[in-house]
């Protein structure tokens, strides 16, 4: 059995003023100090506050990721940043293909898997974000959606050092609903099964997430799965008690 360090991870997402974020940082750092702690803890902030929340990081084991990456280094793409842009402000980490951008920048596959290639080009390892919508799964399609994603999304050279699935049940994102255990299980067996095709047996190494709706009264029992070595955690990260509660979860 290989022994995966969970990767508790937060994503803000569009939330945080500088003050806020600053504030949110300082006082998980204050728990990380109180001892080694049995799982890595990454927080993904606004683009705006990457580099001040990096900066704030430095002297602890707190990781630091973007949202997103272009799959370009440079050139001509407003409003967009890269993956070496975002190495070069103190980033360790990216989201990639977070659902909330496949549907709102009508991301494919395709293009999610040139993100994550950036991302490892750059240095930065790649939060591959994977998941069905309700509709796919009241049409028993799940874990054909979910394979065909992490298939189509999984760069030439992904490793377990430079890659991290996260599977995040569209349904579940933000509304209070959570995937049940025996789904979660189901879903994160087949990720893993999949990912031998592109890994070999290296994929027993990679770090499958789960997110959806976590918050401290539900992590425990997801975290305790076989493969669910971590969590992806949007509103709850937001909060310094509910994150920390949820990384100790992991422990
Ligand atoms: O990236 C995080 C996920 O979208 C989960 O968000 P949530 O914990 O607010 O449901």
Known sequence: MTARRPLIAGNWKMNGLRADGLKLVEGLIAHLREGDQPFDMLVCPPMTLVADVAAASTASTLLVGGQDCHQNEKGAHTGDTSAWMLKDVGATHVIVGHSERRADHAESSEVVKAKAGAAH?????????IGETED???????????????LDSLPDGATPDNTVIAYEPVWAIGTGKTATPDDVAEMHGEIRKKAHE??????????????????????????????????????????????????????
């Open 121 to 129: 080009a750059a240095g930065l390892t790649a939060i591959i974000c």
């Open 136 to 150: 796919e799964r009241d049409r028993g399609e799940a874990l054909a959606v979910v394979s065909g994603q992490l």
């Open 198 to 251: 592109k890994l070999g047996s290296e994929a027993n190494r990679l770090r499958i997430l789960y997110g959806g709706s976590v918050k401290p009264a539900n992590a425990e029992e997801l975290l305790a799965l076989t493969d669910v070595d971590g969590a992806l955690v949007g509103g709850a990260s937001l909060k310094v008690e509910d994150f920390w509660a949820i990384a100790k979860a992991a422990g």
